[in-house]
Structures are given as structure tokens and as C-alpha cells.
């Protein structure tokens, strides 16, 4: 059978002399992703042939081709696709450094005040999860921007998790564990189970989205409090507007390389963080108090 292939696909090239290459598939008779192609390059002599079966690096490229699109567009230019994740890198940076400050005055005065605990929990997990889809995909704006991410979520649950208390404790506690337990058990399932690198890739994007809804949404978890007390201080200023700016960044990356993945949580992230900075607006934040 695979010879009868070879036969057809050559009286196709002769028909086509003229051509500088001619790649014909048979899946039907010779395999799902086998692929056979030809080098006229000494015409009237001979041709060569080659037969062989796509290997895992092959199927990743496909994956990822298929994943950005072959077509230029609007958002496929060269500062949408070079200059706007790089300039995201520093953003998503500045997202994850943001409550930086606030962690050290509530170590410094061990008191939790008004910071919420629970963005930082999630923030812990979610850059980490990022940090290795990027990887998977072989992406080197998501892979980078994701780094000071997972060093800064790790610091800020150490420094904050001694001075949560009560049913605030359990609920962070909770969260960590949780997070913690799916990201590792589902990271475990995909290295025993015959998945494509394609495959992996897909389930650690749908992972790594879902983690930062929740973390992008998780500053709401105050809203109760924010509107009854008129005051928005457990909603991080700096947290708020690099929120709204790496999101908007993103997405526009997100839509050129039409990576649903990428474009999909940002935009949701961008709404929350919209919101977020109405409640600001309508509740600015009062003095930061300390409880001791």
C-alpha cells in the first residue's frame, strides 16, 4: 500500500514539474500524520523521496501553528507580537511586586490590618502554573513574565500566613492546600498518561486560565465589606491599576498569537479589575489601620 501511495504521489509531482517542492499526504493508507515529500531539485535526473512519521517536536510546531494562526491580520504586526509582551513582562512584574509593600508594613507591625490575604494564596499557585504553560509552549514572553511571580507568591504567603487568624486562617489555609493539591495531582496524571506534548499543553493553559480568573477576581472577595464600610483599603491600589494595564497588554498579545489560553483570562481579568477600579473610585481607601 505504501508503495501504490508513493506511485500516486509521484504522477502528481510529474504533472507538476515547475514546482519547486511537492508534499502530498496519505492518512488513509499509510498513516494518521505519516507524510511524504519530494525534492526536484534535479529534474531531469531523479527525485528523491522521503518517508517518515512526524515526531513529538513535530506535532508541538503543529500545535502551536494551529494555535497562532497562519495569517497575517491586524494584530499580527510586529509591535503587537514583539513589543507588547515584552512591555507585558514589566507589567505582569509589576502586578505580582504590587502588594510588596503592603506585606512588609504588616510584617513590620505583625498585624494583618486590612491587606487580604487570600489574592496572595492564590497568586502563590496561579504564576506558578503560568510559569510552566509558557514552558510547555515554548514561550519565552509568558515563561519570563511569570518568574518574579512565583519567587513573590511564595515570599508573601510565608510572611503573611503567621499573622492571618481565625476563620480568615482556615480559608487561606484551605485555598493554598487545595490549589496546591489539584496543580500536583493533575501535573502527576500527565506525565503517566500517554498524553501528546499538544495535549499537555492544553490542559496546563486550561489549568493555568482558570488560576488567574480567580486570582484576578479574588480582591472582590471584599466587596461586602467594601461597600457596607465605604472604604475599599483591602483592595490594593497599586494591585488595581497594574491589573487593568497587564491585562489589556495580554490580551492584545493573546488575540495576535490566537491563543485562547492567553487572550481568554486576561480579558476576564481586565473586567475585574475594571470593577475593581470603580470601587475604588466610589470608595476611596481611608487610613490603613493596624489591629493589634
Known amino acids: 500500500m505504501q508503495i501504490f501511495a508513493v506511485s500516486v504521489a509521484a504522477l502528481a509531482l510529474c504533472s507538476s514539474r515547475e514546482s ?32 517518515r512519521r512526524p515526531n513529538e517536536t513535530d506535532l508541538l510546531k503543529q500545535f502551536i501553528n494551529t494555535r497562532r494562526g497562519n495569517s497575517l491580520d491586524m494584530f499580527s504586526s510586529q509591535f503587537v507580537t514583539t513589543l507588547v509582551p515584552s512591555i507585558g ?9 504590587s502588594p510588596m509593600t503592603a ?25 506558578v502554573c503560568w510559569l510552566v504553560y509558557g514552558l510547555s509552549i515554548r514561550d519565552h514572553y509568558v515563561t519570563l513574565s511569570n518568574v518574579p511571580g512565583s519567587i513573590a507568591g511564595i515570599y508573601y504567603v510565608i510572611s503573611v500566613l503567621p499573622l492571618v487568624q481565625g476563620k480568615q486562617l482556615k480559608t487561606t489555609r484551605r485555598i493554598i492546600l487545595g490549589l496546591s493539591a489539584i496543580t500536583i495531582n493533575l501535573w502527576t496524571w500527565l506525565s503517566v498518561t500517554n498524553k501528546t506534548i499538544a495535549d499537555v499543553s492544553s490542559v496546563l493553559g486550561s ?35 497594574a491589573q487593568v494595564l497587564d491585562t489589556t497588554l495580554w490580551s492584545a498579545y493573546g488575540l495576535a498569537i490566537k491563543d485562547k489560553f492567553v ?7 481586565l473586567c475585574f479589575g475594571l470593577i475593581q477600579l470603580v470601587l475604588k473610585i466610589l470608595f476611596p481607601s481611608k487610613r490603613f489601620s493596624i489591629q493589634k
Open 103 to 127: 506585606v512588609r508594613s504588616a510584617s513590620k507591625e505583625k498585624s494583618l490590618g486590612d491587606l487580604n490575604p487570600i489574592p496572595l494564596a492564590i497568586m502563590a499557585v496561579s504564576s
Open 20 to 51: 519547486d517542492a511537492f508534499t502530498a499526504y496519505t492518512p488513509l493508507l499509510i498513516g494518521k500524520h505519516t507524510q511524504i515529500s519530494f525534492n526536484p531539485s534535479l529534474r531531469k535526473e531523479s527525485h528523491t523521496f522521503n518517508l
Open 263 to 269: 487572550w481568554g483570562p486576561c480579558a476576564v481579568g
Open 207 to 241: 489549568l493555568a486560565s482558570a488560576l488567574f480568573i480567580l486570582l484576578s477576581g479574588s480582591p472582590l472577595s471584599t466587596i461586602k465589606k467594601v461597600i457596607t464600610t465605604r472604604n475599599s483599603a483591602s483592595i490594593l491600589t497599586q494591585m488595581t491599576a
Open 89 to 97: 513582562i514589566l507589567t505582569t512584574s509589576l502586578l505580582y511586586l
